[in-house]
Structure formats: C-alpha cells, structure tokens
Nanobody, 124 residues
Framework: QVQLVESGGGLVQSGGSLRLSCAASGRTFSSYVMGWFRQAPGKEREFVAAIGGSFGITNYADSLRGRFTISRDNAKNTVYLQMNSLKPEDTAVYYC?????????????????WGQGTQVTVSS
C-alpha cells in the first residue's frame, strides 16, 4: 500500500506557472504508475497526466499536452506536475493517484490509491 501527499497548490494569475509535488510512502515507488487528476466544482474528476514506473513513459490529456509536464524522481519517491500558461479553467482540486499495473492509464477507476488533493486557483 502507498500513501500520497500533494503540495504546491495555490493562487496564481492567468498565464502563470505552478509546480505540484506528490510525495509517496513506501519502498517500491518505482513500481507504481503515478497519475494526476483534477476536479472542478460541479464537474467529474478528470485525467490530467500519468507516468510509468521504471521507464517513465508519459500520457497526457490531449487538451493539456504542451502546457503541463509530468515527471518523477524515484530516488525521492516524488512525482511532479509542472503547469505553465495557466488559465482560469485550470482551477480545480488536483489529486495524485497511484496504481501497480504497468499502463499509464487515464481511467481514474484503475487507481486505488489517492492523495487528499491540493487546490489550484487561477485568477483572470
């Protein structure tokens, strides 16, 4: 089992950048696929990005590719989400998630482990 703690959220102006971090417990972090999801008020939780374990193969929501970058540091048990050119519509609670199987899936139902979320607010 893995426990996840997100950090790095906050208030930023439109066009700005933020980097989210997700620290994971446990000694087998590199064997987990890590994902980022977000949920805006009144909307369903949606896929943002995911990254594989050992080889770091990435997968992005098409609408966010080019602005958001997911990365991981297995030595630090941490996954990151670099968000650039932020827009008001990026405002949401951002969640980190983990799963053991190999594919960097966009389906939230495949991720059994979740963090508590971190709020990102982009002002216009």
């Amino acid at each position: 089992q893995v426990q996840l703690v997100e950090s790095g959220g906050g208030l930023v102006q439109s066009g700005g950048s933020l980097r989210l971090s997700c620290a994971a417990s446990g000694r087998t972090f590199s064997s987990y696929v890590m994902g980022w999801f977000r949920q805006a008020p009144g909307k369903e939780r949606e896929f943002v990005a995911a990254i594989g374990g050992s080889f770091g193969i990435t997968n992005y929501a098409d609408s966010l590719r080019g602005r958001f970058t997911i990365s991981r540091d297995n030595a630090k048990n941490t996954v990151y989400l670099q968000m650039n050119s932020l827009k008001p519509e990026d405002t949401a609670v951002y969640y980190c998630a983990a799963k053991r199987t190999a594919i960097a899936s966009p389906s939230r139902y495949e991720y059994p482990y979740w963090g508590q979320g971190t709020q990102v607010t982009v002002s216009s």
